[in-house]
């Protein structure tokens, strides 16, 4: 992985679009930087998970379509996929949206940013997985040893009370249901962020904090 102030930057900027792909229709400026090579080319990981989804979207694929299947799959089709941690995970938690709620306040996720969506929402979990990679680069950048243990520590913390509880299952339903090459690729573009997260997290503390 690169420099590890630039690779919490960059793990964050592709947290922050995966989360962004699932919280609410892709616009057509994203689906157009998604259709164009050098865009394609910059985005900011490039492990093996990213690759593939990066080669599925090299496919053609019209705008409108895309647009159209994402409010199938998980907005308005009469089977859209269920993208809340809630709805996958037994047994119920009452307390669950209260939790995350004050875990997300505890490291300064600002909740407005959510589009309204749920705190146990997959994208906003997401969004929290990117916030937290932004603070460990920035505590590299910063050489704040404590702050760096701490945002890593949550990283993977957060992996294991939530996302890996459900977030597989999730992608599996979106990779058996899309068509359309940015849909597809989606599944991809999240476990590639996931995968690069777990690297991040796991940076030896020596080079970590090294400036």
């Given at each position: 992985m690169a420099e590890p102030a630039i690779a919490g930057a960059a793990v964050a900027a592709a947290g922050f679009a995966a989360g962004r792909l699932l919280l609410c229709t892709p616009d057509r400026a994203l689906l157009e930087r998604f259709a164009d090579h050098a865009d394609r080319e910059s985005w900011p990981i490039r492990n093996p998970r990213t690759q593939v989804a990066l080669r599925i979207l090299a496919g053609p694929f019209d705008i409108d379509a895309v647009r159209a299947e994402w409010n199938r799959l998980f907005d308005e089709g009469p089977a859209a996929i269920e993208l809340c941690e809630s709805a996958w995970t037994r047994p119920a938690d009452p307390d669950l949206i209260t939790r995350?709620?004050?875990?997300?306040?505890?490291?300064?996720?600002?909740?407005?940013?959510?589009?309204?969506?749920?705190?146990?929402?997959?994208?906003?979990?997401?969004?929290?997985?990117?916030?937290l990679a932004a603070l460990v680069g920035r505590g590299v950048?910063?050489?704040?040893?404590?702050?760096?243990?701490?945002?890593?520590?949550?990283?993977?913390?957060?992996?294991?009370?939530?996302?890996?509880?459900?977030?597989?299952?999730?992608?599996?339903?979106?990779?058996?249901?899309?068509?359309?090459?940015?849909?597809?690729?989606?599944?991809?573009?999240?476990?590639?962020?996931?995968?690069?997260?777990?690297?991040?997290?796991?940076?030896?503390?020596?080079?970590?904090?090294?400036?």
């Open positions: 995350l709620v004050g875990r997300y306040a505890t490291f300064g996720i600002v909740r407005e940013h959510d589009l309204g969506r749920p705190a146990d929402h997959l994208g906003v979990e997401l969004t929290y997985l990117a916030h950048t910063e050489h704040d040893h404590g702050a760096v243990t701490t945002h890593r520590a949550e990283l993977l913390a957060f992996r294991r009370d939530h996302l890996d509880r459900f977030c597989d299952t999730v992608l599996d339903q979106v990779a058996a249901q899309a068509t359309t090459a940015p849909l597809r690729a989606l599944p991809d573009l999240v476990r590639g962020f996931l995968a690069a997260t777990s690297e991040l997290a796991g940076l030896p503390t020596s080079l970590a904090t090294s400036g």
